[in-house]
């Protein structure tokens, strides 16, 4: 297996990989910190990857994505997956203050997806088969006053991507999208933690799995499909007064 992972560093992506660098994957990781680079490469080889390359970029130089794409196929001699996971919660507060703040934050979390996606599903509708995965969110299923920068930007992740999934369908092709709940990661290092917390490594299984499998659209922990869809079922006069 051939697998490209945008975010590798993130603490569920790297859970992620290391199920795929158990079964001997050949994996290429992009993030922008290279000594975390470095040393998730020098774990997923003590796990059995067959191979960990890495390429440091940010990718909210929406510009570099395509060569970025190219590079990577160049470096793995070929591709069969891709996971993309990078992100940032970011402050509302300070999104609603300034607004190049908000289109970094939506640059980040919702665009640079989508132009991924976009190169991507080129590739992979050409090559007839493969697995694109993106990690979207619960937040992303109802905008809220406390998050809907974040949330609306993960909303058009979890739109377009479906998208794309059913425009690959046709040539064999998987785009799965999970869809976590609160996960225990650095990006929620500040936020007071509560019994709806998941680890990293139980959703970084979940999403090996679904990967494998090819499934469409993933809630991981599951119980979050239950709270949402309470959630968006609640009348919009009703959810306009809440703090959610
Ligand atoms: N944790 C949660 O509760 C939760 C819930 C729902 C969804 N999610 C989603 O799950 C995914 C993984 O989250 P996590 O909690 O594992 O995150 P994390 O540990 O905080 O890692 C975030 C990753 O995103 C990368 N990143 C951020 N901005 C980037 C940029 N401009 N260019 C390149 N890389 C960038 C970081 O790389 P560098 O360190 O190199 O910058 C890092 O690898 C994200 O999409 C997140 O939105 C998380």
Redesign the pocket.
């Not at 992009?30 to 910190?33: E, H, K, L, T, Y």
């Not at 970029?57 to 909210?60: E, F, G, P």
């Given at each position: 297996m051939k697998l490209l992972i945008?975010?590798?560093?993130?603490?569920?992506?790297h859970e992620t990989a290391r199920c795929f660098a158990m079964q001997g994957a050949e994996l290429l990781l992009?993030?922008?910190?290279t000594e975390?680079?470095a040393a998730n490469a020098a774990d997923l080889k003590v796990y059995g990857a067959k191979s960990v390359d890495t390429l440091s970029?940010?990718?909210?130089d929406l510009d570099s994505h395509l060569s970025l794409i190219e590079e990577s196929i160049r470096r793995l001699g070929g591709l069969d997956a891709v996971l993309i996971?990078?992100?940032?919660?970011g402050e509302q507060k300070r999104s609603e203050a300034d607004v190049q703040d908000m289109l970094r934050e939506f640059t980040?979390?919702g665009l640079?997806y989508m132009t991924l996606l976009t190169h991507l599903a080129n590739y992979f509708e050409q090559q007839r088969r493969g697995t694109i995965c993106v990690?979207?969110?619960?937040?992303g299923d109802r905008g809220r006053g406390s998050n809907y920068v974040y949330g609306s930007a993960?909303g058009a992740v979890t739109l377009f991507a479906g998208g794309v999934r059913s425009r690959l369908a046709k040539v064999g092709v998987n785009v799965v999208t999970i869809k976590?709940?609160?996960?225990d990661?650095?990006?929620?290092a500040n936020l007071k933690k509560n019994l709806l917390y998941a680890d990293?490594k139980s959703v970084g299984k979940r999403i090996h799995a679904a990967m494998l499998k090819g499934e469409d659209i993933v809630y991981a922990p599951f119980f979050w499909m239950f709270i949402m869809m309470i959630i968006r079922n609640i009348p919009e006069r009703i959810f306009k007064k809440t703090k959610i």
């Open positions: 945008f975010g590798a560093t993130s603490a569920i992506a992009i993030a922008r910190n975390k680079l970029a940010d990718l909210n996971a990078h992100g940032t919660l980040t979390n640079s990690i979207s969110s619960v937040a993960k976590p709940g609160f996960v990661t650095p990006m929620t990293p």
